[in-house]
């Protein structure tokens, strides 16, 4: 049988999956796991109101791990063909039969094996044609065009629509799979004024089309914070509170992530390393990681091993109360997968209980930072420089935009530093957070 990837259907994908682990045993491996992946979608953006992309996605990814013993080979294919199944069980075989012995390489306990798999309502396609897409694409980027006339220029508004399912099986007996759907609109326009020109961007994304803030809204704020930008300003060097936008305070959580997630762990790379049950948040936050949320981003029944998720506190009262692990890095670790094979899900912070002007008013002095550029993270040490712009704050309230600085620190000491954070949550995210209010860092200016 030829499969499409219009054929594919849950009932199909776990056929696919049992098909493709009777080839691994037929062909002597000791242990199998393949996961399958398939997507359709529609994406269109918008220039200037003229359509300039309109791309129709279709298609499907099948990844195959065989087991010779310790050995471990793996092999993938778009081609759902019987063949090629057989090809790629084959080619997968082979690598393994050459690969070198890993005595951490295997699938994980059965017992850790998700029993059933919830429906977490997930699966929302929305029948959006082409021409409604471009309709809703220009309407997004007239009303950021429409802001203010220093807006002259636009990269576009662009909306985005995409359902698919997620297989996963082993020999262990386990198989399972989900439908899923995420819609996203996105603007970005340009304003100038006196040889100055600065950009605005704004977006959502949901798993149901209903859940998505209306398109005027997502290009209004997108050309109000490109206007706000003009005249933006370099400051002085100067050591300040520092207040991360929502939007960017993800960022930080996400050096969280890395630093606690198994990979870093067992390679010692990580600047928590041997942090587990110590304090390295303040002593009043929470950070909660819950897997069943429904039509979350982040929310998922089991994980890239086939392991069941589960809700548990990552950070609670300031400590490190788990890692980040899937099977293969808790085995090098002599510890237990936490169901995070292939990273989290979702990460709710707690908050301060305060809004965006509260925070303001706290740090009554200091750098709103509304934009992050570069990549100037030690993960060993560490050690924290980015490139920033955003909005100097005096007395409280914003006074002008601010551009071409850098903000320094270390990981370890900001986030102990971290004095409030906000109600203002970021819902575009697996990482659920407010802005993010820091007590000191260092802004490097002109």
Not at 303 to 320: P, S
Not at 332 to 348: D, P, Q, V, Y
Not at 399 to 416: H, Y
Request: aromatic share 6%.
């Amino acid at each position: 049988m030829t499969d499409t990837v219009a054929d594919v259907t849950p009932e199909r994908a776990l056929q696919i999956i049992a098909q493709v682990l009777d080839a691994a045993q037929t062909c002597g491996a000791s242990a199998a796991e393949a996961s399958l992946s398939q997507r359709a979608g529609l994406s269109v953006t918008v220039r200037m109101a003229d359509l300039e992309t309109l791309q129709h996605q279709r298609d499907a990814s099948l990844g195959v791990t065989v087991y010779d013993g310790q050995r471990k080979g793996s092999a993938s294919t778009s081609d759902l063909s019987a063949a090629a199944l057989r090809r790629t069980v084959d080619a997968a075989r082979a690598i393994a039969c050459h690969a070198g012995e890993d005595e951490y390489a295997g699938l994980v306990d059965p017992a850790l094996l998700a029993r059933d798999v919830p429906d977490l309502d997930l699966h929302h396609p929305w029948d959006l044609t082409p021409e409604s897409a471009i309709e809703l694409a220009k309407s997004c980027e007239a009303a950021a065009r429409a802001v203010d006339p220093r807006i002259l220029n636009s990269e576009g508004a662009t909306v985005k629509t995409g359902a698919g399912i997620h297989a996963y099986g082993n020999s262990n007996g386990f198989t399972g799979a989900w439908r899923s759907s995420a819609h996203r609109v996105s603007c970005t326009v340009i304003a100038s004024e006196d040889g100055c020109m600065q950009q605005g961007y704004d977006h959502t994304v949901a798993r149901e089309a209903r859940a998505l803030r209306p398109v005027e809204e997502i290009g209004r704020h997108a050309g109000e914070r490109a206007v706000q930008r003009l005249g933006a300003r370099k400051i002085a060097t100067v050591t300040v509170p520092v207040l991360f936008e929502s939007r960017v305070a993800t960022s930080l959580f996400g050096h969280l992530v890395s630093a606690i997630s198994g990979s870093s762990l067992y390679r010692r790379t990580s600047f928590l390393l041997n942090h587990l049950g110590k304090r390295v948040l303040p002593n009043w936050m929470l950070i909660r990681e819950d897997p069943y949320l429904p039509r979350a981003l982040g929310s998922r029944p089991f994980d890239d091993d086939g392991v069941a998720t589960r809700a548990r506190d990552i950070v609670k009262d300031g400590v490190l109360s788990s890692y980040v692990l899937g099977g293969y890095s808790a085995r090098k670790l002599g510890m237990t997968t936490t169901g995070n094979a292939g990273g989290i899900t979702n990460w709710t912070v707690s908050n301060s209980n305060e809004d965006l002007p509260a925070l303001l008013t706290r740090m009554q002095r200091g750098l709103l930072v509304t934009e992050l550029m570069g990549f100037g993270v030690n993960g060993v040490t560490g050690d924290y420089s980015r490139g920033a712009s955003g909005f100097w704050v005096e007395n409280g309230e914003i006074r002008f935009p601010v551009e071409e600085v850098t903000i320094a620190g270390n990981l370890k000491d900001m986030f102990q530093s971290i004095i409030a954070i906000g109600v203002d949550i970021e819902t575009n995210s697996s990482i659920c957070t407010g802005s993010l209010l820091i007590e000191r860092m260092t802004v490097a200016g002109k």
